[in-house]
């Protein structure tokens, strides 16, 4: 399910939900959208694809995406030794998915018309929320944070 479907739990460096529910709220009120010009616009619809496609790992440049816009959410801006490290991971999570998926496919049938439902770029109904390929429980976001310490 993407991020902004359902309920995602970030919590912040001392466990509180509520202040990055805060958070967001403040973000989400500074969003000026009077006199936005056609390529504003167009820039936040890309962005707002890309964060709606995001379901984590198996879904490697939303991932890597999102891993930067929310680190400059939290007033964290990468450097380059961060969007380095973040695309190690890219690279990893999308060699992973091109091996996952081919053997998926040889080892599946094709789902028949009826049985496909779902828009690519939506997520079928009930399907988790961060959860790893294999269904693990993914880190939290914090890991460069944690790692500048």
């Given amino acids: 399910m993407p991020r902004n479907q359902g309920t995602v739990e970030r ?3 001392r466990g509180s939900k509520s202040a990055i529910e805060a958070q967001d709220a403040r973000l989400a009120s500074t969003l000026d959208l009077k006199d936005l ?8 619809a890309t962005c707002q694809k890309i964060y709606r496609r995001d379901f984590g790992c198996v879904t490697p ?10 680190n400059v959410e939290d007033d964290r801006w990468p450097t380059p030794d961060d969007v380095a490290r973040e695309l190690a991971i890219f ?12 053997v998926f496919v040889a080892s599946y049938p094709t789902p028949t018309q009826s049985t496909v439902t779902a828009e690519p770029s939506a997520a079928p109904e009930g399907a988790p929320i961060r959860k ?14 944690a790692t500048r310490a």
Avoid: Y
Avoid at 61 to 70: A, G, K, Y
Avoid at 91 to 102: G, L, P, V
Avoid at 132 to 145: I, V
């Fill in 132 to 145: 790893g390929f294999m269904g693990q429980p993914r880190p939290p976001k914090s890991r460069k944070a």
């Fill in 37 to 44: 010009s056609d390529r504003e616009g167009a820039f936040l």
């Fill in 91 to 102: 690279r990893e999570n999308f060699e992973d998915m091109d091996k996952w998926a081919r």
């Fill in 11 to 13: 919590i912040d460096a």
């Fill in 61 to 70: 440049f939303e991932e890597f995406f999102w891993s930067l816009v929310i």
